[in-house]
């Protein structure tokens, strides 16, 4: 992303953040009259920021170089941003002020050994993922529960599987969440990590290649994605509905472990557990590679 790309990002997340607060909700009166922007107006929104007009507007234009942290906080207030939000809006602040040093390092695109044994030695499903999406490696159950995906021609990116293979679909019974979840993942990763090349080539190629991605992508939503729950849909053991934790890894930037549970007693454990069966017998029945007999 250059300078110019960057001012356009933080542009148009302050115009639809903006956009989406009405005069109402802000506190504001309403005169008689149509209004011809939906939302707050540019001097409606400094006021409330407590900016000059002039102020504001060039932030809005995606000046955001040299901005203080009171300016950030006081817009962060007017806008009602979330914490994902927020750490959004600081994290473009971070980028119009970085150097060419000062960027983030590549992400990995795999994991340590030491990792891969961390993982190979839980009972729970479990994989590890950079901040493209990209799944790096998995213990047994991990790719069993996501054997779609890793078989998948498309590649082992979430963002892919989701939007340009049609299992994708079936896969994830709560489809549209899940897509409203990817891409306001990767438009909180654009954020963090404005220059990362391979990450950009991934946002053209899914917006050339999936309307339904540049549609959610206008929309300029971030969240953040640390826990909660998933339903899936797997083509051996049916529906699961399972529990997410996801922890980042300090000493490998950019990656994250993430693991899955389920209630004990139920339906989904005991799903799990045939599929842990189902895994076995799978791993026992492929052939050996060449040399080993």
């Known amino acids: 992303m250059d300078a ?6 933080v542009r148009d997340f302050l115009v639809t953040r903006r956009g989406r607060i009405t005069p109402a909700e802000a506190g504001l009166p309403v005169h008689g009259g149509l209004r011809r922007v939906p939302g707050l107006r540019r001097e409606e929104l400094a006021m409330l920021a407590g900016l000059s007009v002039e102020y504001y507007s060039r932030l809005e234009r995606g000046g955001l170089r040299g901005v203080s942290e009171a300016v950030l906080e006081s817009l962060a207030r007017a806008l009602r941003l979330s914490e994902a939000e927020r750490a959004h809006l600081y994290d473009l602040a971070r980028a119009a002020n970085a150097s060419a040093g000062g960027r983030r390092p590549v992400v990995p695109q795999q994991i340590r050994p030491g990792v891969q044994r961390i993982l190979d030695s839980m009972t729970a499903p479990a994989l590890v ?22 078989d998948s021609p498309v590649g082992t990116n979430a963002a892919r599987f989701l939007l340009l293979d049609p299992r994708g679909a079936d896969f994830y019974p709560d489809w549209d969440r899940a897509v409203d979840d990817v891409v306001a993942l990767m438009r909180t990763e654009v954020g963090r990590s404005p220059f990362d090349k391979v990450l950009t080539d991934l946002i053209g190629e899914l917006s050339t290649r999936s309307e339904t991605f540049r549609a959610r992508w206008a929309r300029h939503d971030v969240r953040l994605h640390l826990t909660g729950t998933k339903r899936l849909r797997h083509p051996v053991v049916g529906d699961l509905d399972l529990r997410f934790e996801t922890m980042e890894l300090p000493a490998d930037p950019g990656l994250a472990l993430l693991l899955y549970t389920a209630e004990p007693g139920s339906a989904s454990e005991q799903a799990l557990t045939f599929l842990a069966s189902w895994a076995d017998t799978r791993d026992r029945s492929a052939p050996a590679p060449d040399g080993v007999r």
């Open 4 to 9: 110019d790309q960057l001012r356009a990002e």
């Open 129 to 150: 993922s950079n901040a493209r999406m990209d799944y790096l490696a998995a213990n047994r159950l991990g790719r069993a529960l996501y054997a779609p995906l890793f």
